[in-house]
C-alpha cells in the first residue's frame, strides 16, 4: 500500500497563484508516475499534470505555461506550482501515484479561484 499525503489548496482571486504538495509513503517503487487530477462540480476528473520516474511530464492543455510540476524522488513528493490561477481552475485536487500495479489516491484538497 502507499499512502498519499496532500497540503496546500485554498482560496485565491484570479490571477493569484498556490501551491499543491503530496508526499507518498508506504510501499512505493521506484518506477512510478506521480501527479495531480482534478474534478470540478459536475464534471469528470480530469489530468492536470504528471511526472514520471524519468522526468517526463505530461500537461492538461488548459494548464500549459501557468502551471509547473516537479518531484523530489529520493523524498517521494511531487508539488504543484499554479499560477495565473483563473475561476475554471476551481476543483478538488488530488494527488496521483501509479505503478504498473497499482494506483493510489490522496484525500484531495480545494481550490477555489474567485474572479
Known amino acids: 500500500q502507499v499512502q498519499l499525503v496532500q497540503s496546500g489548496g485554498g482560496l485565491v482571486q484570479a490571477g493569484g497563484s498556490l501551491r499543491l504538495s503530496c508526499a507518498a509513503s508506504g510501499s512505493t517503487v521506484s518506477i512510478n508516475t506521480i501527479g495531480w487530477y482534478r474534478q470540478a462540480p459536475g464534471k469528470q476528473r480530469e489530468l492536470v499534470a504528471t511526472i514520471s520516474s524519468r522526468g517526463e511530464t505530461n500537461y492538461n492543455d488548459s494548464v500549459k505555461g501557468r502551471f509547473t510540476i516537479s518531484r523530489d524522488s529520493a523524498k517521494n513528493t511531487v508539488s504543484l506550482q499554479m499560477n495565473s490561477l483563473k475561476p475554471e481552475d476551481t476543483a478538488v485536487y488530488y494527488c496521483?501515484?501509479?505503478?504498473?500495479?497499482?494506483?493510489?489516491w490522496g484525500q484531495g484538497a480545494q481550490v477555489t479561484v474567485s474572479s
Open positions: 496521483n501515484y501509479r505503478t504498473v500495479f497499482a494506483n493510489y
